[in-house]
């Protein structure tokens, strides 16, 4: 119960930060219904003392990615991983194998959700695939449009993020969607090189209600994040959806895990917008001994 109450305590103390721009964990608003089927990857986060905690997504057989916030609290023993829901229902995944390991990356800083906010789950032994339960490829150092860094916003395919986060904006006592969600996403930069540019910056003032020190937080602090924004106006990531995938589309290609979601941002339009992923590319040498 203390780890519950701590992670609730990490969320209102970020919601805390100025209404206007202020980091949250994510969820997805405006979605449409989904399953398993169609994104067979994507694992939910439960723990022994309560329900849904967060999103992953299934790398290898015995290996899932998600972000380090929504394990720093909690040991192997404490975390059951569910999946492969044919509908697509909350009620219906399917227990996976136990938590072997949960390995956080060493930088992560509990009171900074903004950088370096990812986490490898390793299970005890490997899980049975199947038409819901299938790894997804993740993207490496060889993508070939360079660098997401500096290639982000020009990618030619689509993105997707997926999750049973609350459809309605963040209260103290979230409801989580029933049946997993999928909102499509755009571009709209990387914190590590676009925050250098003032008009960059403007941008994120003027449409995406952050402030300068909001900005000046997430760069100070080594920030590698891809943020995005709805396709559709007023549609986003929020609770619950931390730790879930952000995936890439290409005609002809396999699908390909570029992001974890990490936090959204906008006040006002918290979780309708702005929302924050975990560069993987920028980790892969880390991910390398579990990939």
Same mark, same amino acid.
């Given at each position: ?10 969320? &209102?103390?970020?919601?805390?930060? +100025? ?33 849904? /905690? ?7 057989? #015995?290996? @899932? $990615? ?25 009620? #219906?995944?399917? #227990? ?25 789950? @390793? $299970? ?23 660098? $997401? ?22 209260? #103290? ?8 969600? *999928? ?12 925050? /250098? ?6 941008? &994120? ?27 559709? +106006? ?21 699908? /390909? ?10 006040? *006002?339009? /918290? ?8 560069? @993987? ?9 579990? $990939?």
């Amino acid at each position: 119960m203390d780890r519950l109450i701590l992670l609730i305590g990490l969320f &209102l103390m970020a919601i805390s930060l +100025p209404t206007y721009s202020s980091p949250s964990f994510d969820k997805v608003i405006g979605g449409r219904d989904t399953t398993n089927t169609e994104h067979p990857w994507q694992v939910a986060l439960h723990t022994r003392y309560s329900g849904h /905690l967060c999103g992953a997504s299934l790398v290898s057989k #015995r290996v @899932i $990615l998600t972000a380090a916030h929504c394990v720093d609290t909690f040991g192997a023993r404490d975390l059951r991983i569910k999946a492969a829901s044919v509908t697509g229902e909350q009620r #219906r995944l399917k #227990r996976l194998p136990r938590v072997r390991e949960v390995i956080i990356h060493p930088k992560f800083n509990p009171d900074n959700l903004a950088s370096y906010d990812i986490a490898v789950i @390793i $299970l005890k032994r490997d899980v049975s695939l199947g038409d819901e339960l299938k790894p997804i490829d993740v993207i490496n150092t060889d993508f070939a449009y360079g660098l $997401l860094e500096h290639n982000f916003r020009d990618l030619p395919g689509k993105m997707m993020s997926t999750g049973w986060g609350t459809k309605e904006p963040p209260s #103290r006592f979230p409801i989580h969607s029933k049946i997993l969600q *999928e909102v499509d996403v755009r571009a709209v930069g990387v914190t590590k090189t676009d925050l /250098l540019d003032t008009t960059f910056r403007d941008m &994120l003032i003027s449409d995406y209600s952050m402030n300068d020190d909001i900005i000046n937080f997430i760069q100070i602090n080594d920030s590698n994040v891809l943020l995005t924004t709805g396709e559709v +106006p007023q549609t986003g990531n929020c609770m619950g959806d931390s730790g879930g995938p952000l995936v890439y589309y290409e005609e002809g290609k396999a699908p /390909l895990l570029i992001g974890i979601t990490s936090y959204a941002v906008g006040g *006002e339009k /918290l979780c309708k917008g702005l929302a924050g992923f975990t560069n @993987i590319q920028a980790y892969r040498e880390w991910l390398k001994p579990y $990939l």
